[in-house]
Structures are given as structure tokens and as C-alpha cells.
């Protein structure tokens, strides 16, 4: 019986031995996100939650933004620009493939960014990054030229966002349910409100360094939620986690590390400019005065967030603090309703979408608002719902985080959903543009945040932050988010 015994407690020890060597050589991880994106293709659909799973992991473009916001070759080895600003030579990396085994070359960079300009792309860059591109010539397989009507100061930039990544004509029209790229994983599964699976591409062309072999992005827009999958292993970490009220929990528990950094997420009460009372300017006044922005920030984010006085964030290059500009009065916010006419209890919808930041935001604003008369009926809505309908210009009021960097030439198209229409702000934006200097271009930049803000177009919030938590060991998850990305080659077990 003793030699059984002793079997028995061999064969254990063997199994934890075993164990102990699979988790320290860990080959996957499972990563937690708050939404589930519409689809996969981010040259189609507007979705910050596409390029967090596809971007830089299945779908590469010619550059790539770095955490801390630099731009680094990527699909282009190289590049050169004419000293106005209106001409990039690109030299493109050679023996490069798709997942399906089509060759990279010029042809397929032609072809993604002519679809992007197309008449009906549905590309959230077209207006502001394609159209502005008059033509791509391809001297050879290997080089691309890229003549632009005006000078764009961050054209790099914008060619390292998941709306430029470049797809081949083959396998375009499918990406949305089943990308195909250059990147160092390919697609596997979609499991429909659950998650995206992905696997280690051997014919990457850097592979060796690419320690995962699978990644796993699962579905949990729940803040409690994500803090139960984080403590019971479910998931390894959660790069943009939701629940800042359980920071300091896992601050002080050893089995996980805790980041805070900035994200590029101007969080807004966006409001209707189209829709009456809104369109008169008084009454967009009167909204940002009722908003007390310190006790929003403390009861919706735990205090994680900096106040923004317009479309920009502390950590913009040429970001102009205008929170002075609308101090939390009501009396003064009672005011301005009275002299636009506004008499009697104003009954409005605050539509919401999924993320923490609007649904706990929303119960305060709604409360700050009632106070100077405008009665706020909650709508929670899901993302699509939000997105075909808020998004679409459906609204009076919401809450939404735009996290776009340098994404100010949205208030430039009338027909963008809050419906701002300012010929001023457009010529600033042509002037912005048109200056190839680096002060000169600060300069205009705080012009037109200094517009936005004194036509109140929107309720200016907050600095979304970037809080994330991961299982102790796991390395290269970004600590700050310059765009909305999720670099898994970078990422590995210690």
C-alpha cells in the first residue's frame, strides 16, 4: 500500500512540475475588451474596437504609431518628402505575403487606397486622409508615390491608422468577417458575441520573434464582469480596463500588474447641433455650464481623468486648456436657457452606449442637467444600436468617447453626426493644412480649439485614461494609447 502511496505521490508532483514548466512557457493569452466590434474591416466601418483585435496583428500598413506616438516603418522600409510637403516616395519592404500566400507589392497599396477614395467608401479617413491624396503612381513593384492636394503635416501618422491598412484585391471584399493580411497572426475564429481566436502566422517575416502562438480576444463590456474574469484567470489582461473603482484591488494584490496612462479619447456630451433648442448657441452654453466636470470625473471614473475644455487631449502636440472657459454655474447655465427662450422643464433623450464611462457618466450629467431644467431621459443602447442610430445623427444628447487622434477635421463636415456647420472653422482648417511650419500649425491649432469651444459645439469632458491591468509576467502590453491598438506581437510571457 505504501508504494502506492508513494506512486500516487509521485505522479502528483509530476503533474505540478508539469504544470509549473506549461505555465512557464506560456505560449497564448486571452486579452479582455469591452466591445465587440460590428465587423473586421477597418477601412469600412468606424469602430475604434476593430483595430484594437486586427490592427497590428493581422492588418499592417505602410507605417506604424509606437506607444508613445512615434511613427516607425512598417509595410514601407523607407520614405521621402518633398520639401512642400505634397509629394511621399515610399520604398516598400520585399518578400513580403499575405496569410493566403498572395505577394505584397505597390499593386496592392494602389488598389487599398483607391478603394479608400472611392465614391461610396465608407472609410472614416476619406474625407480627411484620402481625398487629399490626387495620385498614386507605382514606378515599380517596390515603390509608391503619393502626390497629395495639400500639404498634411501628419500623413505619416495617419498612414499608421487601421484605416490605411492595405488588404490585396483577392481578399478585400471578405475582411470584415475574415481578414487577410501581412501581419504576424492570422485569423482563426469569430465567435459571435463571445470572441476573435487568432494564431501565430509562420510565414511572418520576422516569426522567430513572435513568441504567441495564440491570442484570444474575448468579449466583456461589464465592469464587474471583467474584474470576475481577471481574479478567476479567465482572462490574462485587459489592456482598457472599465471598472476604476476596482484599481486599488488589484493594486495591491501581487498576482497583477496596474498601468495608468493617457489615450487620445476625447470624451464629449455630444450634442445635436441641427436639432432645436441646440442649434442656438445659448443653449449649448447653457449645457456646459451645468456640467461640473470635477464631480463627474470622481463619481463616473473614480477620479482617473483629466478635465478637456475642447476636442483635444493634455497630451496633443498644440493642446490649449480651455476649461476656464465654461466654470460649473447653473445659475448662469438658467441664465443663458432664459434668454434663448427656453421657458419650462426642456425634455431631451441622453442616449448611452455600452462603455462605463457613459453609462455611470450619464446618471450624473442627467442629475446636473435637471438642475438648470433640462430633464434628461436615459437611453441605453448597445454599439450597433449606437452606431446606426446616435452615430447617424438620431440623437439629442450622448455620451461618447472620440478616440481618433488628430481628428479635428471632423467638425469640418457638416454632415458628421452632431451636425456642426462653421465655414469659419473650415477656412481654419484649410489654413491648418496649408502651413508646413511647426509653429505656424500649433498656432492655427489653437484657433480652432478655441472655436470649437466658444461655439460650444459640444460638452467637453474628459481625457479618457488608459488603466491597464495584466496578469504579472505577461510583457509588452501598452501602457498608454496613442491609437486604439493591441500590438500582440510585442507581447509575451516572462
Request: proline content about 5%; overall charge positive; cysteine-free.
Amino acid at each position: 500500500m505504501k508504494w502506492h502511496l508513494r506512486l500516487v505521490a509521485a505522479l502528483a508532483l509530476s503533474a505540478l512540475a508539469l504544470g509549473a514548466l506549461a505555465q512557464s512557457r506560456k505560449d497564448s493569452v486571452v486579452i479582455g475588451m469591452t466591445l465587440e466590434p460590428p465587423g473586421l474591416d477597418p477601412t469600412t466601418a468606424p469602430a475604434a474596437a476593430i483595430g484594437e483585435i486586427v490592427h497590428y496583428n493581422i492588418l499592417e500598413g505602410l507605417t506604424k504609431v509606437q506607444m508613445d506616438g512615434k511613427v516607425s516603418p512598417l509595410l514601407a522600409e523607407s520614405w521621402t518628402i518633398s520639401p512642400d510637403g505634397r509629394s511621399y516616395v515610399f520604398k516598400l519592404r520585399r518578400g513580403v505575403k499575405f496569410h493566403d500566400g498572395e505577394d505584397f507589392d505597390a499593386s496592392d497599396v494602389k488598389f487599398s487606397f483607391e478603394r479608400a477614395k472611392a465614391e461610396g467608401s465608407t472609410n472614416k479617413a476619406k474625407k480627411a486622409v484620402f481625398d487629399n491624396i490626387t495620385r498614386i503612381d507605382t514606378p515599380d513593384a517596390y515603390t509608391v508615390i503619393l502626390t497629395l492636394d495639400k500639404a498634411d503635416g501628419t500623413m505619416l501618422f495617419r498612414l499608421g491608422e487601421n484605416t490605411a491598412v492595405i488588404l490585396d484585391p483577392k481578399s478585400a471584399a471578405t475582411t470584415s468577417t475574415r481578414p487577410i493580411g501581412t501581419g504576424p497572426f492570422k485569423f482563426d475564429n469569430w465567435a459571435k458575441g463571445s470572441a476573435v481566436t487568432m494564431s501565430k502566422w509562420p510565414g511572418y517575416r520576422d516569426a522567430a520573434n513572435v513568441r504567441l502562438n495564440r491570442v484570444t480576444f474575448r468579449f466583456i463590456n461589464d465592469p464587474a464582469a471583467q474584474v470576475a474574469a481577471l481574479l478567476a484567470g479567465d482572462v490574462d489582461a485587459i489592456p482598457r480596463f472599465q471598472a476604476t473603482q476596482s484599481v486599488g484591488q488589484f493594486r495591491n494584490d501581487k498576482r497583477f500588474n496596474v498601468t495608468v496612462g493617457g489615450t487620445e479619447g476625447k470624451t464629449i456630451l455630444s450634442i445635436n447641433n441641427r436639432r432645436k433648442p441646440f442649434d442656438d448657441v445659448r443653449v449649448r452654453r447653457a449645457v456646459a455650464h451645468a456640467i461640473d466636470r470635477k464631480a463627474l470625473i470622481t463619481g463616473a471614473m473614480d477620479g482617473f481623468g483629466t478635465p478637456i475644455g475642447s476636442h483635444m487631449v493634455p497630451s496633443d502636440a498644440g493642446y490649449v486648456d480651455l476649461t476656464g472657459m465654461y466654470p460649473y454655474n447653473p445659475e448662469r447655465a438658467r441664465s443663458l436657457l432664459k434668454e434663448a427662450g427656453v421657458s419650462g422643464p426642456l425634455n431631451v433623450t441622453l442616449t448611452l452606449p455600452p462603455p462605463a464611462y457613459a453609462r455611470r457618466g450619464g446618471g450624473i450629467l442627467a442629475a446636473q442637467l435637471a438642475q438648470v431644467g433640462i430633464h434628461a431621459k436615459i437611453e441605453n443602447v448597445e454599439w450597433a444600436q449606437w452606431l446606426s442610430g446616435a452615430f447617424k445623427g438620431n440623437f439629442d444628447l450622448t455620451i461618447i468617447s472620440h478616440v481618433e487622434p488628430l481628428d479635428m477635421a471632423i467638425y469640418a463636415n457638416p454632415d458628421y453626426y452632431f451636425g456642426y456647420d462653421s465655414k469659419a472653422f473650415r477656412d481654419l482648417l484649410a489654413k491648418f493644412n496649408e502651413t508646413t511650419h511647426e509653429a505656424g500649425r500649433l498656432a492655427v491649432l489653437g484657433d480652432m480649439q478655441r472655436l470649437l469651444a466658444t461655439d460650444a459645439v459640444n460638452a467637453f469632458l474628459f481625457q479618457l485614461p488608459h488603466i491597464a491591468v495584466s496578469r504579472r509576467g505577461l510583457q509588452g502590453i501598452w501602457s498608454s494609447s496613442p491609437i486604439f491598438a493591441n500590438d500582440m506581437g510585442a507581447v509575451r510571457w516572462q
